[in-house]
């Protein structure tokens, strides 16, 4: 069973930029794909993007697409999200969430997918 922490979260202006991490232990890394999500109050949870097991492949959501990047080190068993041009609405609690279903190429957009959660890190976006 694999544990996630992320981290690296805060307060910035628009227009500025925000890297998360999320550490993961207790399983073997390289072998989930990756997914990042996020929550605004009052709103459902929503995908922001996905790496798969390799990081060869990834995915996001049309909102984020062109200014946010996944990434992931298998070797440091972390996974990345690097957000540039931040906006007010992208302000939310961030997920990392580990998905054990897919294959080697594979991810999935689908929260329900994703067997493992990290508790979450606040971003707040001035504007």
């Known amino acids: 069973q694999v544990q996630l922490v992320e981290s690296g979260g805060g307060l910035v202006q628009a227009g500025g930029s925000l890297r998360l991490s999320c550490a993961a232990s207790g399983g073997t890394f390289s072998r989930y794909a990756m997914g990042w999500f996020r929550q605004a109050p009052e709103k459902e949870r929503d995908f922001v993007a996905a790496?798969?097991?390799?990081?060869?492949?990834?995915y996001y959501a049309d909102s984020v697409k062109g200014r946010f990047t996944i990434s992931r080190d298998n070797a440091k068993n972390t996974v990345y999200l690097q957000m540039n041009s931040l906006k007010p609405e992208d302000t939310a609690v961030y997920y990392c969430a580990a998905d054990p279903t897919t294959s080697a190429w594979g991810f999935n957009v689908n929260e329900y997918k994703y067997g493992y959660w990290g508790q979450g890190t606040q971003v707040t976006v001035s504007s």
């Open positions: 790496i798969s097991m390799s990081g060869r492949n990834t």
